[in-house]
């Protein structure tokens, strides 16, 4: 079976998926849920797909640290079950990218505000010496310039749709770009968080 069939992405563990569940039922519960979610992954597959951003961006990840997540999970760092992957050339130089850039938004609480306490600066530290030891495995996405999928927007409006048009969303590579886009929108609070989702 060729290296690619033999891991998944879980789809839950997206960064503001990750926000919004520990904010809707707390850490304790999110953490036993995402935990529950990645060891159904790892019977599956042996192997869990993570980007960059929902390592990076993610409470859960962010929560509990390398440490954590092994003991969450009853692994070894000898079997770590993750592969990080990201457009930038390492983990490293993904995190450097989001910190450089000052319309980068955050999806975890921690960082929201721009300001990064010691705690989170540790654990990105934690996971980028995982990764540079070789003990987790980071690989670079080939296609870096693809545009995200943003599929048919959510209008009621021809308006609105145009609107959206005009902003080009589906030309962005990045999340955050596109966020800071729709934010410009001349639309309300409820659509603004439609388009988003």
Known sequence: MPESARRILIAELDSPAQAQRFSEKGARAAITELTGMLRVGVLVSGSILVTDAMLLDGEYFMTLGPEGVLNELGATRAAFPL?????????????????????FRWSMAAARDGQVSREILRRWDAWIDLVESGTVRYEQQLSVDASLRTG??????????LLIEHARLGEER???????KIDLLDVDDETRQRIRA
């Open 83 to 103: 592969t990080i992957t990201g457009p930038d050339a390492d983990l490293r130089a993904g995190l450097d990218r989001r910190r450089r850039n000052p319309d």
């Open 152 to 161: 048919e927007p959510p209008v009621a409006s021809e308006q609105e749709r």
């Open 174 to 180: 990045y999340r955050s770009e596109a966020w800071r």
